[in-house]
């Protein structure tokens, strides 16, 4: 029982090649939109019986029912108008002026009460005989009090100021 090759090999004769059926391809995608069709399909075709049950139901009711409906969609409308022109759109957040933008009380301020967890900004503070680097620590009266870079508090007033410029930003 030796072919040709001189390779042993066995006999089967009587058997068949099994070709199984299997599937080619799949995807579960394909079958969830194929789903999800019928699904919509449905929900038209149910939609549509309302409909068409609401049509016969209004023209049962009369011309009575309708009337009154529309008078209240109409005072209703008519109050969501007086709503809006009552109350006009505030935008959702208050636009703020860049520090260039600001008066000088304004920039005082601003220096004065800036964020605790950033350290303080150092500025010039321009007067019409000199111009002061410091840090701004208080604001009273019409007064300024500036803490220069070698430790010593100088007093303004805010009327002999001309210009404050941030210096660190």
Known sequence: MYSENSKPYLS???TKKMEGNMQVSYSAKIAKQKQYKE???KKQKEEMLQEIKETKELSKEGA??????MNTQEQMQNYQEQQVEKSPRKPAFKRLKSFKEMEIVEKLEYLLNFPKQLPPVPCI???ANENIRGFIVGLT????DIKLMDQS???LKISAIQEVRMIGI
């Open 12 to 14: 089967q004769s009587g």
């Open 39 to 41: 699904l919509m399909e």
């Open 64 to 69: 009575e029912k309708q009337a009154s409906t």
């Open 125 to 127: 503070v321009i007067t």
């Open 141 to 144: 009266d019409g007064n300024v």
């Open 153 to 155: 508090i100088v007093t």
